[in-house]
């Protein structure tokens, strides 16, 4: 087993510092191509199309698939880079069970071994604690097909309510906002509608490094004469060139949206007839903002007053715009509220419903939007139906062919699974797609709660780091080997096409569930000879939800190029935007304001934690970057976390770019080295995430979570930050440039007098 890398320290001295694999040349020098695959990007919710070159089997390349219109042609470095996981030494070709003796803690077994043990753990484990002391953990860089199979899995196989997904951490709180204030999950209007905006507003989404195609987008309404509104902690690259940007204290977003419709009541920038005949609880809304004066906003936010009125006087003051929200406002412990401020703007102003018009979140994973709907989450049957309706569970259980009292109840959410293994009351887990060691908040309580497991079997086609800490690990199948669909940021579902086979003894993730399924018992549930016939299973199963694939097929999606959901039957065409004529939902038709009063975040900052701490992305890093950071020239690009501070608050601790810092919250403490740059609050400072332990964000993060939607507060926890001993090189490429820009003049040099 020497060719498992276990620990950090292992991989680092095995591939270097920067585990740059890719050999001078490139690895496909001289190859010749068999065939291209059109297919979609393994990475983010843009999902854009791509097509992979394959030699002998193995994905050795890509070309730009210009035809597909979401990106035509354009990629970010992740896409361009993506190709390069497949043939990656450290692809699990074998099951492993854990064996203390063995080089790398993990023997190599045969697949009928493997499975064998994980399911007589599985039927020890529910056989004395009973069927919910066994959970599953899913993720939704999985297509629509594996995330149905998985819920349908879940509750008839393993008969447990404890799945829960990794969109848990991700889209919940804008899931839960849509679903309140509208009736339906989904951005309401395709990407076309951005450049018809005459203004667009972005809300805690850094779209230059994490929707990168959205940028596009956002040009062309530019070009057209959009202004552009940003509001974010950190002059993110799109912020540079905003026309007003806010640079909200982290964790004060429904103050600053409170105070901005306070701003349009006050001016009458208000669409009454919208209002009128469109929405409902108005007046609520408007008496919890009353006292939110441009004064009080700009106290409470840190952003100086006249840019909120100005904020507002653009919104609602024009015919069309577009607010985009992504984890920035919605990854907080009033994720859901925010949202709900964020949709108060677009119903007071009748933006929604029309071309240009409309209030959307950007999504996260690949198939962050389908994966959301199939009913892989603990609440959640297939149309993103509620598990708790009686009439949604006899629906489900006519397409599923089982008693409806088959069907188990509501189960914890992800972070409540890890408490609940704490507590004693989960005592075995199955995971697949999903990395809590890295990407849950407080890693050491993670770790203890993946070690007090009895049982945990993961499908990885990496040695995770939550691989790590299980007794079984099941080989299972990267993106371009399995086929099936995903449904993109617009709402629009796509074609995933496989391109080569899974190598050595890796399997596909769904045949994996199949071979369970019936070694549980449970295999007449589960006949399907491949994903086409799940699909069908699915749309049948989805119909009359709110997310309806019914009228869908494999081949219209490709020949379509996609197709938007609700398409309900045959023929129908899609539906690429929603609400037509401000018609929402709900049974009412109503589209709800929601009255939102600030508070504070969970932890607030004191003498002895004087910083705010926000967590996020850069560019050429994906998640818990078990698969970017094998990837050479990505890591090039930003190999370790940097901690981004303020000149102002690098001099103060006598902070350089390079220097070590030690930064220190309630939960842990990390060093890491200081980026200083003029694009960040003074009184907050910026840790990436992607990284695994001492080099981990998430060991300072705050477990707190929002009470609806169960979302962990990644963008808020309170630290001191000190300089420690050692100073390195920092090498990423993006200091200069941004340090350039900034010193350039442009809006984002941080000025006095912008709060703090
Ligand atoms: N390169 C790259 N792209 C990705 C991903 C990736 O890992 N890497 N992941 C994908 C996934 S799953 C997701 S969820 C998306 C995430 O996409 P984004 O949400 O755009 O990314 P984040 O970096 O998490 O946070 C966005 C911004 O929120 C700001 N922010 C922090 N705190 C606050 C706050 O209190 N208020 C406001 N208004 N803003 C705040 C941060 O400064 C940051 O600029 O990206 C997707 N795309
Ligand atoms: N501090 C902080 N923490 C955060 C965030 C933050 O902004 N700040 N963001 C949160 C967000 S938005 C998200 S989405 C989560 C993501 O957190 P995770 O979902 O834990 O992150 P991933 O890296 O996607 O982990 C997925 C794992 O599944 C594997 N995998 C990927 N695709 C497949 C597949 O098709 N089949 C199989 N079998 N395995 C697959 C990968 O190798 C990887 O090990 O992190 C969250 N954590
Ligand atoms: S923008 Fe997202 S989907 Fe497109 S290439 Fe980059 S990571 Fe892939
Ligand atoms: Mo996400």
Redesign the pocket.
Known sequence: MSRLPVTEAELIERYGPHLNLEPPGGWNHGLEIDREVETHCC????QCGIKLKVADDRVVGFEPWYDFPFNKGKL?P?GVKRYLQGSHPDRLLEPLVRDPGADGGFREVDWDTALQRTVAEIQRIQGAYGKDSFALLSGVSLTNEKSYLIGKFARLALQTANLDYNGR???VSAGAGNKLALGADRAPNPWSDIPLAEVVFV?????A????ITTSYIWQARDRGAKLIV????V?PLARTADVF?G??????SA?MGTILHVLIENDWLDHHFIDEHTSGFADAAAAVRDYTPQWGARTCGVPEDRIVEAARLWGTSQTGMLL????????SKGVE?VLSCINLGLATGKYGRPGAGVCT????GN?QGGREQGHKCDQLPGNRDITNPEHREYVAGVWGCDVDEIPGKGLTAQEIIEAIHDGQVKGLLSICFNPAVSLPDTAHTAAALDKLEHYTTIDFFLSESAQHADVVLPGSLHEEDEGTTTSVEGRAIKINAAVPPPGNARLDWEIFLDLARRLGRGQYFGYENTEQVFEEMKVASHGGTADYNGMTWQRIEDEHGIFWPCPTEGHPGTPRLYEGGVFAHEDGRGRFHAVAFRE?AEVVDDEFPLWL??????????SGTQ?RRIGALVEQYPEPLCEMHPRLAAELGVRTGDLVTVTSRRGAMTTPARVVES?RPD?V?I?Y?WPGSRAANQLTNRALDPVSKIPE???SAVRVARAEGHVEVRDRRVTTLQERASGGASGGWTPGDGS
Do not use: W
């Open positions: 990475f983010c919710g843009q970010c992740k951490l991700c889209m809300a805690g989404a850094n779209v490094e994490c929707a990168p509001s974010d902690p950190r993110t806010l909200v204290r982290p964790g004060t977003d600053l929200h992504a984890r920035g406002i919605e990854h907080q925010n950007i999504t996260g994973q962050g975040p926000t967590t996020g992305r850069v560019v050429s890093q994906y998640l970017t960040i907050t910026f990436p992607h990644y963008k808020v």
